[in-house]
């Protein structure tokens, strides 16, 4: 699905846009990046409802997929989004916090 962050073409090949998420839908719009232009990012970028929403998965690129339930390709490709570095934080507390509590579920049994 394109190069590795730590490749030089990474952030050429990037789309920096607006990721909202609300209590309807999640939608991503472009922004005027050189690589909004991209064939990969023409392909997912728009807005889906909950209904439509299969999975919701954050990459260590770092990138958000969200799919839509009966496809395959997900149907919003996000590699930049203003907020980017807050979200990641937000998700690596989310992920030690379910680790810490399954932890302690787990010491219980």
């Not at 203003?82 to 010491?107: I, N, P, T």
Request: hydrophobic share 35%.
């Amino acid at each position: 699905m394109g190069p590795p962050s730590t490749d030089r073409q990474f952030a050429a090949l990037g789309c920096l846009g607006t990721l909202t998420i609300s209590n309807l839908d999640v939608s991503f719009e472009p922004g005027k990046s050189p690589g909004c232009l991209s064939p990969i990012h023409q392909r997912t970028m728009g807005t889906l409802g909950y209904r439509e929403i299969r999975e919701i998965r954050v990459t260590r690129r770092p990138e958000v997929l969200i799919f839509r339930t009966g496809t395959n390709p997900p149907a919003l490709r996000v590699t930049d989004w203003v907020g980017a570095e807050e979200f990641q934080r937000v998700v690596a507390a989310l992920k030690k916090a379910y680790q810490a509590w399954k932890s302690q579920h787990r010491d219980r049994k």
